[in-house]
């Protein structure tokens, strides 16, 4: 259970809302380039607006020593754009001018603060060791202790970054209650739809570069019994494909040199635990000479050359389990869509998962850049906003902001 911006009267209270806007920068324009994120807040800005309420918007954007480690100013006129309403700006975190500026707010304006990440004490802290950041370590840093007190509500919107615990993200959970914003709750409506007892039969396609942690995703969902099957693709599948003993050649240096040669032996003991309930290639796609050559797989043959893709008969027998399924998770592509030669496999997944009947997840990243692309966003149940939260969620991880999400639901429910 947790709290939603519907459970209390937000009229004419102050609320502090963290989103995660960070966004594709140009490089040598440093101009945003996508305003996906951004767009996404609208949703809950609208709602306070319309609730009567005072906002201050607090987020980030990359990281020191980035390239796109830019002020806030441009993402506070893109997001007044998407409103269509005045987002007013300051180039400020904790100065006496924001304070006065908060103070001085009237009900339904909003004003956005500057980088987060501009104080040394957000980035320092150790945000993947969150267990041992307790709330009231994160809440006694100056910005959060200073702030603190003009609010009335913590409202957090950052799912993309709900696997963080940097002060901005969990400190204010310590002096309020903290809700979620439209798009956390719609996340973890729609995440725990996929993962408490789904219907079946339940489907993940799993694919990507991210090995390991694809690798965690699919031990947690058979292990827990939520997936009936599991359809690898992408690197994921040559680490399987590698474990069932076929020779893929310089596919395993390649899986080496990404630093998941270990995963390997993990795959063959889940493949030796749930056996045909993970599927692998039967046929795939090499890149000669930048051109297209597919391959049918057996024991004799060796693949000197770049797996980029899976072929057309796995793409039929993929197609088969998504349209029978009931629920479906992907999370990453199926091999290299970046080059057209390439596309075919992850065209043809995110088509079945369109055409079935099943209430369907992508996760964040590449995988819905592809689904965007080829015009079928619309036709998926739930496009994930975080990528790396996502799959941590998936994978049976805590996440910071749900662990403190849930925590302030417990602590306030009674008062």
Request: glycine share 6%; aromatic share 8%; with cysteine.
């Amino acid at each position: 259970m947790y709290y939603t911006i519907d459970d209390f009267d937000l009229k004419d209270k102050t609320v502090v809302l963290r989103v995660d806007i960070n966004s594709p920068i140009d490089p040598s324009t440093k101009e945003i380039t996508d305003i996906t994120r951004i767009e996404a807040c609208k949703d809950t800005i609208c709602d306070l607006v319309k609730k009567g309420s005072k906002i201050v918007i607090i987020a980030h954007q990359s990281r020191p020593g980035k390239n796109d480690y830019i002020s806030l100013e441009q993402h506070s006129k893109k997001l007044a754009e998407v409103l269509d309403y005045p987002v007013k700006f300051i180039d400020s975190i904790i100065c006496s001018a924001v304070v006065n500026q908060i103070e001085n707010l009237k009900s339904g304006e909003i004003l956005m603060l500057e980088n987060f990440r501009f104080l040394a004490e957000e980035v320092m802290s150790d945000w993947k060791k969150w267990e041992n950041i307790t709330p009231e370590k994160q809440a006694n840093t100056v910005a959060i202790s200073k702030l603190a007190p003009l609010f009335d509500y913590f409202i957090n919107d950052a799912f993309a970054a709900a696997h963080r615990a940097q002060p901005s993200l969990v400190g204010f959970a310590y002096y309020m209650p903290m809700l979620a914003g439209r798009i956390l709750e719609k996340e973890l409506h729609s995440l725990t739809k996929a993962l408490n007892d789904p219907e079946k039969p339940c489907v993940y396609a799993v694919g990507g570069a991210k090995a390991d942690d694809s690798i965690e995703v699919i031990d947690n969902v058979l292990k827990k019994d939520i997936a009936d099957k599991v359809l690898t693709s992408g690197i994921v599948a040559n680490i399987f494909l590698s474990a069932k003993g076929y020779d893929i050649g310089a596919n395993v240096d390649t899986i080496e040199k990404m630093g998941y040669k270990d995963q390997i032996d993990i795959a063959k003991g889940l493949l030796i635990k749930y056996g045909s309930k993970i599927l692998t290639p039967v046929d795939v796609a090499l890149n000669i000479n930048n051109e297209r050559v597919e391959r049918d797989l057996n024991e004799e043959d060796s693949f000197n050359y770049p797996i980029f893709d899976m072929g057309r008969k796995t793409m039929n027998i993929y197609e088969k389990e998504l349209k029978s399924a009931k629920v479906i998770v992907a999370n990453g592509p199926a091999g290299v869509f970046e080059d057209p030669n390439f596309m075919a496999g992850t065209k043809s997944l995110i088509e079945s998962i369109a055409d079935s009947e099943a209430f369907s997840i992508i996760g964040g990243g590449h995988l819905s850049a592809a689904t965007e692309k080829i015009g079928l966003s619309k036709k998926i149940n739930h496009i994930s906003t975080g990528g790396g939260a996502c799959i941590e969620y998936l994978s049976g991880k805590k996440l910071p902001v749900i662990e403190l999400l849930r925590d302030s639901y417990k602590k306030y429910n009674n008062k």
